[in-house]
């Protein structure tokens, strides 16, 4: 197979009739591993898998066609509802992107804090990628654990912005709230604690002999196929190659930090789960440098109350933590965007799932699945 | 006399559960009377003190080759054999003949009892030596008088388990 | 009639243990679920059910309720005599199982000089259950799960067959009552003469009651619950049941065989006889720890639900601390009610080390559980039986038991650390040329 060409397998319907040892196997729409409401449709010879096509839609909401009817401020809160597990990003993402058209930028103090939230929106999400994805692989304890940090994280979301998951933190322009008194004392205290979870974790994984044999060698995806597929995030820096778009285009206030993009070398599914270990304590470095020294002002810009920014388009991007999502903004001069269109990282990165899993068998599937750190909020909108 | 009753309890069973197994339409139902019949035959060497062979008896007939025969039963389409017919028309002359060879063994049976030639035909069973059980009787055989054709048979086992393997692998 | 008079009055004591087994057996495989749970909770940092009853003690009985009053839903197309026979041989056969086992030395249903291999077999029939459960649900992931179930559950019988010749050979005898005493005999327990034929007969044991990591063909992410998917109300509980009381069999019979069954740690040491009192002080620990617990429970009810425990538990203590005095006929109770509770603490500590292996190890793939079965398990096993045996004569013609014993146990791990050697190169062979395949 020319793995350089973008080739799913011809719908399976069309194919000739399956040769004698092969069936089809249909996995989903409910399933307790495809992570939501996603149908797979394995080509299998014996335990093989000769071929897969994926079947979306289920979560289909019509986000995009929402967005041109509503006013750019009412357009923010239908983002959280995309990548539901990473809503703070989502919310990133848009409120930077509309920042972008209108020309305004948030004040320091507001891309900080933004920073901040982000960073730790991505340990949250992380965390319950480990959790799920120890569990489809039969590691019954460590999600306990890891929601049990997330739960850390998400009563500083609430405390910040009143919601735990669809957080709506940003506003177009800086942020609606100031940080509440001890915002700053409980994410010290929770990146402090934090360094010796992920200690307990990979205690727990890494050199497991199971765990090793059943991601290692599993779901391969080299550089080249990662960059032809369009696959962003953790998955394309397991692959090898070094992009993060916190360091090619800083946004917020990324640029004022160290921190290092962990990359891995064989593309496997051991080395997305290293890659996404070691992610969760770069971010736990950004939080612990920018919390040090917030700077005052101003949270908000002056955007004004009504937002009408002048005809044009805008694409911009952010690392979101399952990969690089993307609006592309356009506005025709109203109160309402003309397009908004999403680049859902799940969605491009699933296109790869057939890629990784020919070859494998079918127990392999789930923890292929897992390891792509899939949302259907996301792929489907 | 409790002897008795269990030798016609297992007797019986066995004899109802072969009949069943050839009788009965559905594959699995056949497969698990074939298993009543294998416990049947290993109560029958519980109650002649051979508990050694009662053990073996489930161990490998009913854990083992049943097993086997089960999966294969499961593996393979069924509806053919569910549509067959079961008696075909040669039945009758099956039936002749099973009578004849009954009526021959009823007689080995009888000689055997009555007749001092006929006592040759089944010699009376060797009693285990005072103080071992049928295991330690068997191991004693096996292993001191029997050793030879044991390492054989031992060999073939495993020239047939090769043998399998070898022919059932995709590739060496 | 004389007949059945005469059958009754001479194994009466034999009938009523085992009514005895039938009526308890739902209970302490109930009760074995609930210990699991709290485990479960413990590692998983929770507390696990605490509502029914004090600390969750009540939750098997709302278990039991629930499922028996819910719909007993049969699929259209199964096959109703098979599907209503499977859960019934799984269950048979893991009851059967305890008529073997020897408790005490006076607690035992049938003395049977083959022992250890009437439960292999009726091990083996367990299988069947499984395999027809999952035929008859006439779906096909249930046939799927049972079959490879199957297979998991022949493969690994043969290492744990034969880590128990292994056992066997130090014994010289099947039988479970003389296993033990071979071991009191000794005055060791088997696990230190042959530690390996214990490991691998926990690994194997691990395999043989399909419970993590070696749960593939249940394993809820996979094909939702294998041969069991079909199963509901009752008849799920039936295996579930049957599940659970393996487990406690096969940790009866590693107790009896490697762990010295009965008796007490160093049962020969006389200095150590002090450790004759450990039993009743455990117990009253536990019954003053009740005690204690009973007004600080949530609730009126859960306090008396406590206050009864704790009178159970003091119940048990009572016993167990009788027999210590010194009066002869209450000391000739001894070993068999201490060899009761040692007994029944060496099970519950196997059985929580299955627990604990649940808890923590990923799940094996069913092509990789097979590989080490058949690749590691079985070679292993076979050349740890004749190291015992090596090691056996040796000692019979003279040799240090030490040496002899030390000395093969030294051999088989080289042999192991070869195997896995050879079994990681076979790999990087096979990974090697997956890559080359698809560059």
């Known amino acids: ?381 | 006399m409790g002897n008795e009753i269990l030798f016609y309890f297992f007797a019986g069973l066995a004899v109802l559960s072969g009949a069943l197994v050839v009788t009965m339409r559905n594959v699995v139902h056949s497969a698990i009377f074939l298993i009543t019949a294998l416990l049947a035959t290993a109560g029958l060497y519980l109650t002649l003190n051979a508990e050694f062979l009662f053990a073996v008896q489930i161990i490998l007939y009913v854990g083992g080759i049943m097993v086997l025969f089960v999966f294969v039963i499961m593996l393979v389409n069924l509806d053919v054999a569910l549509h067959q017919v079961q008696f075909n028309r040669q039945s009758w002359v099956a039936g002749l003949l099973s009578v004849a060879l009954l009526a021959e063994l009823l007689a080995a049976l009888a000689l055997a009892r009555n007749s001092v030639s006929g006592s040759q035909l089944l010699p009376a069973p060797r009693l285990a030596a005072p103080g071992g059980g049928n295991t330690e009787e068997i191991g004693r055989l096996l292993f001191h008088n029997y050793v030879i054709p044991f390492e054989i048979a031992s060999i073939l086992l495993l020239v047939a388990l090769v043998g399998a393997v070898v022919m059932g692998k995709k590739r060496i | ?439």
């Not at chain 1, 800086?174 to 001890?182: A, F, I």
């Not at chain 1, 979870?197 to 550089?223: A, F, H, M, P």
């Not at chain 1, 394309?236 to 160290?258: H, N």
């Not at chain 3, 450790?275 to 009743?280: E, F, G, K, T």
Request: net charge neutral.
């Open chain 3, 1 to 439: 009639m004389q007949g059945v008079l005469d059958f009754l009055l001479k194994y009466w004591v034999q009938l009523v243990d085992a009514l005895v087994i039938v009526g308890v057996f739902p209970l302490l495989a109930g009760y074995v679920v609930l210990l699991e749970r709290k485990v479960m909770a413990d590692m998983q940092a929770r507390l696990g059910p605490m509502r029914v009853g004090p600390h969750g003690l009540l939750q098997p009985l709302a278990d039991a309720v629930k499922l028996m009053i819910k719909e007993d839903i049969i699929p259209e197309s199964a096959d109703r005599l098979i599907f209503w026979l499977a859960p019934v041989l799984s269950v048979t056969a893991a009851m059967l199982a305890f008529a073997a086992i020897a408790v005490g030395p006076g607690f035992l249903i049938a003395d049977m000089n083959i022992g250890l291999l009437f439960i292999l077999a009726i091990s083996s029939m367990g299988i069947f259950g499984i395999v027809l459960g999952g035929w008859a649900s006439n779906s096909h992931y249930s046939l799927l799960g049972a079959l490879r179930s199957a297979a998991q559950l022949v493969s690994y019988e043969v290492a744990v067959g034969m880590a128990m010749v292994a056992g066997l050979l130090l014994a010289g005898t099947l039988s479970m009552k003389d296993i033990v005493l071979a071991q009191a005999d000794r005055g060791v327990w088997f696990v230190f003469v042959a530690p390996i034929a214990f490991v691998i007969y926990l690994i194997g044991s691990v395999a043989e009651t399909n419970r993590a990591p070696f749960d593939m063909p249940e394993a809820e992410s996979e094909l939702v619950a294998g041969y069991m998917t079909e199963y509901s109300g009752f008849r799920w509980a039936l295996y579930f049941l049957a599940e659970y009381a393996n487990m406690v069999v096969v940790g009866s019979v590693a107790t009896t065989l490697f762990l010295g069954g009965w008796l007490r740690p160093f049962p020969s040491v006389a200095w150590l006889n002090f450790l004759d009192v450990v039993p009743p002080l455990v117990m009253l620990g536990v019954t003053g720890y009740c005690f204690y617990r009973v007004p600080r429970q949530t609730g009126k009810d859960q306090s008396f639900i406590m206050l009864i425990f704790a009178g159970i538990c003091l119940l048990i203590t009572l016993p167990l601390a009788l027999v210590l005095a010194p009066v002869p006929q209450l000391a000739a109770l001894k070993p068999g009610i201490h060899g009761a509770f040692w007994f029944i603490a060496k099970v519950m500590l196997y059985v929580y080390v299955f627990l604990w292996a649940r808890f923590t190890f990923p799940r094996y793939r069913f092509d990789q559980l097979m590989r080490l079965g058949w690749h590691y398990l079985i070679p292993l096993s076979i050349v740890n039986v004749m190291a015992v045996a090596t090691a056996v004569l040796l000692k019979e013609n003279g040799v240090n038991p030490f040496v002899a014993f030390g000395g093969t146990a030294l051999a088989t791990v080289l042999v192991a650390m070869w195997l896995v050697r050879a079994g990681q190169a076979r790999e990087q062979e096979a990974a090697a040329a997956r890559a080359e395949q698809s560059a």
């Open chain 1, 1 to 381: 197979m020319d793995e350089t060409r973008i080739t799913g397998m011809p719908p399976v319907e069309e194919t000739a009739v399956p040769g004698a040892d092969e069936i089809v196997l249909n996995m989903g729409p409910q399933h307790p591993s495809t992570h939501g409401v996603l149908r797979v449709k394995l080509r299998l010879d014996g335990e093989k898998i000769e071929g897969s096509e994926c079947f979306i839609g289920y979560l289909h909401r019509g986000v995009e066609k929402i967005a041109e009817h509503r006013t750019y401020q009412q357009f923010a809160p239908y983002v959280d509802r995309m990548d539901y597990v990473a809503a703070v990003s989502n919310g990133l993402g848009y409120c930077e992107a509309v920042e972008k058209l209108l020309g305004a930028e948030a004040p320091p103090r507001a891309r900080v804090v933004r920073t901040i939230l982000t960073e730790l929106q991505r340990i949250a999400s992380h965390l319950l990628w480990l959790g799920t994805h120890a569990l489809d692989i039969g590691a019954l304890t460590p999600v306990f654990y890891c929601l049990r940090e997330r739960e850390e994280i998400l009563k500083i979301f609430e405390k910040y912005c009143g919601a735990r998951l669809t957080t709506h933190a940003f506003r177009i322009g800086g942020l609606q709230y100031e940080t509440y008194d001890g915002f700053e004392h409980d994410v010290k205290r929770f990146c402090v604690d934090f360094a010796s979870k992920v200690d307990e974790y990979e205690q727990l994984l890494t050199g497991n002999r199971i765990w090793v044999g059943r991601t290692k060698g599993i779901g391969l995806l080299n550089s080249e196929q990662a960059i032809a597929l369009g696959v962003t995030g953790p998955p394309l820096r397991a692959s090898g190659v070094k992009w993060d778009i916190r360091k090619a285009m800083p946004y917020a206030a990324y640029d004022q930090y160290e921190f290092e993009i962990p990359t891995g070398k064989n593309g496997d599914t051991y080395d997305r789960y290293l890659v996404r270990m070691e992610e969760m304590r770069q971010s736990r470095r950004i939080c612990l440098q920018a919390i040090e020294n917030i700077p005052s002002g101003p949270i908000m810009a002056k955007v004004g109350k009504v937002l009408k920014p002048p005809p044009g388009e805008v694409y911009h991007a952010i690392e979101a933590p399952k990969g690089e999502i993307g609006y592309y903004v356009v506005s025709d001069g109203t109160t309402q965007p003309y397009r908004v269109r999403v680049r859902p990282p799940s969605f491009i990165n699933l296109q790869a799932l057939d890629t990784m899993v020919r070859g494998h068998l079918v127990a392999d599937v789930v923890a292929i699945i897992g390891t792509l750190d899939i949302v259907l909020g996301e792929v489907d909108r």
